[in-house]
């Protein structure tokens, strides 16, 4: 059935496929069924305030020091605003680009209120200090990891994170700043903890074996070199089912025997959200714990619903933006 969704696009040089994957991260589906959030979300407390307010300045802080490393850098944040955050923003089209995303939906990604309504929503689920969070980051929404990230540091979560070197249009796809780069210039300037407990490229089979020869080998250059940098493991699958299975084993590794509370499903790894056509039913925000995805090709959000785990996607912007208050 995917490839009903397949073609090519061929422009600024490259080629780059328009799959489900594209209608999702663009907003095309926008009407599919949500299955409804996982806690009802109370009025928070002067202390989760304090916290969400916390959260917001670490994003805004992330923001200025990935502004300045670019201006010294002389690498150009083609999508960004005003906003300091918006310097997370990479450029339309680059090697490193594997599918379509909206600059409208880049730019709201990058918003501080992000982290602010996660502490918020987080704290609301049942969440608690040293729970795990899994997390799969693409480099199609770096506002969002962060914005993920920041709402953990400051809620004492341990946050597993895989994260992706590869990234849709206008996301984290520029050389020196993809998301696994982001993170390490963010670790080593003090300013965020560690999130990833592994490395991969992304895209097809996590491999990017939707990417052209010569563009694989930057983004596999880059995965070794960030990884690294962040002394974590890079994963190289053979294909698709070996990429599900290499993520749910880093996330057991890292999780040290403690049950893992939440996954967190940023952007649209293929790894992570599958390659069944069951994702489009989806909406984005909470999901109960329970399966939604049968099919063979389920990725790691339909294995952690299957095992009871809550599920927070974090996809469609303009959607989730509207339902959380977010400017």
């Known amino acids: 059935m995917r490839d009903v969704w397949d073609r090519r696009l061929a422009g600024h040089g490259g080629r780059m496929r328009l799959t489900?994957?594209?209608?999702?991260?663009?907003?095309?589906?926008?009407?599919a069924v949500a299955l409804g959030p996982i806690a009802?979300?109370?009025?928070?407390?002067?202390?989760?305030?304090?916290?969400?307010?916390a959260a917001q300045s670490i994003m805004e802080r992330a923001g200025e020091v990935i502004r300045n490393a670019r201006r010294a850098e002389g690498v150009e944040s083609e999508g960004a605003d005003a906003r300091p955050t918006s310097s997370l923003i990479g450029a339309e089209?680059?090697?490193?680009?594997?599918?379509?995303?909206?600059?409208?939906?880049?730019?709201?990604?990058?918003?501080?209120g992000w982290a602010s309504a996660l502490v918020v929503r987080l704290h609301a689920a049942g969440l608690r200090k040293g729970d795990r969070v899994?997390?799969?980051?693409?480099?199609?929404?770096?506002?969002?990891?962060l914005a993920v990230a920041a709402a953990c540091q400051v809620l004492d979560l341990k946050l597993l994170a895989v994260s992706s070197v590869t990234a849709s249009t206008w996301g984290a796809n520029q050389p020196g700043f993809t998301w696994p780069e982001i993170e390490a210039r963010l670790v080593e300037a003090g300013v965020l903890w560690q999130a990833s407990i592994a490395v991969s490229v992304g895209g097809a089979s996590d491999r990017g074996f939707d990417l052209d020869a010569d563009a694989r080998?930057?983004?596999?250059?880059?995965?070794?070199?960030?990884?690294?940098?962040?002394?974590?493991?890079?994963?190289?699958?053979?294909d698709f089912d070996q990429?599900?299975?290499?993520r749910l084993d880093a996330y057991a590794r890292a999780s040290?025997?403690?049950?893992?509370?939440?996954?967190?499903?940023?952007?649209?790894?293929?790894?992570?959200?599958?390659?069944s056509l069951?994702?489009?039913?989806?909406?984005?925000?909470?999901?109960?714990?329970?399966?939604?995805d049968f099919s063979r090709e389920r990725g790691v959000m339909a294995r952690f619903g299957e095992r009871g785990v809550p599920v927070l996607t974090l996809l469609n912007v303009r959607d989730l933006a509207a339902r959380w208050g977010i400017l």
């Open 20 to 31: 489900w994957l594209s209608l999702v991260t663009t907003g095309v589906v926008a009407g």
């Open 40 to 53: 009802s979300l109370d009025d928070p407390s002067p202390e989760v305030s304090r916290r969400a307010h």
């Open 93 to 112: 089209w680059t090697m490193l680009t594997t599918t379509l995303g909206s600059l409208e939906a880049k730019r709201l990604s990058t918003s501080s």
């Open 134 to 145: 899994a997390a799969g980051f693409s480099g199609s929404f770096p506002g969002l990891n």
């Open 217 to 238: 080998a930057v983004a596999e250059r880059i995965a070794r070199a960030s990884a690294g940098r962040l002394r974590v493991p890079v994963l190289a699958p053979a």
């Open 243 to 246: 990429a599900v299975a290499m």
């Open 256 to 275: 040290s025997g403690r049950p893992i509370q939440l996954y967190v499903n940023v952007g649209g790894t293929e790894a992570s959200m599958g390659r």
């Open 278 to 292: 069951a994702i489009l039913r989806l909406r984005n925000g909470f999901l109960p714990s329970v399966p939604f």
